[in-house]
Nanobody, 124 residues
Framework: VQLQASGGGLVQSGGSLRLSCAAS????????IGWFRQAPGKEREGVSC????????YYADSVKGRFTISRDNTKNMVYLQMNNLTPEDTAVYYC??????????????????WGQGTQVTVSS
């Protein structure tokens, strides 16, 4: 079982990035998926999550209207489209998945599988 996150990088404020997370060894659509981030000196926070049924999603207040989570069942991948980035979005971003929870939970403890993290740096 493995999650592989990619797509991070350095971008100017106002720019966009799309993060990708590929799963192997299990099927993402069988449970909840989520994107989390952790900035230096801060706790990991839930950014955006999707329930087993894709119509149910969660977004942190700080990213609402700017970030969009999506899942491609045919490719077994999840994405995070990030627009209008600000320096406050700078962090290491992780994708998480679980087959035990079906709701769009933002609690990191609910997730069983994690990607390795991808760095997002937004310059002012």
């Amino acid at each position: 079982v493995q999650l592989q996150a990619s797509g991070g990088g350095l971008v100017q404020s106002g720019g966009s990035l799309r993060l990708s997370c590929a799963a192997s060894g299990f099927t993402l659509r069988d449970g909840a998926i989520g994107w989390f981030r952790q900035a230096p000196g801060k706790e990991r926070e839930g950014v955006s999550c999707m329930a087993k049924y894709r119509s149910i999603t969660y977004y942190a207040d700080s990213v609402k209207g700017r970030f969009t989570i999506s899942r491609d069942n045919t490719k077994n991948m999840v994405y995070l489209q990030m627009n209008n980035l600000t320096p406050e979005d700078t962090a290491v971003y992780y994708c998480g998945a679980t087959q035990k929870v079906w709701s769009a939970t933002s609690y990191a403890e609910s997730y069983d599988y994690w990607g390795q993290g991808t760095q997002v740096t937004v310059s002012s």
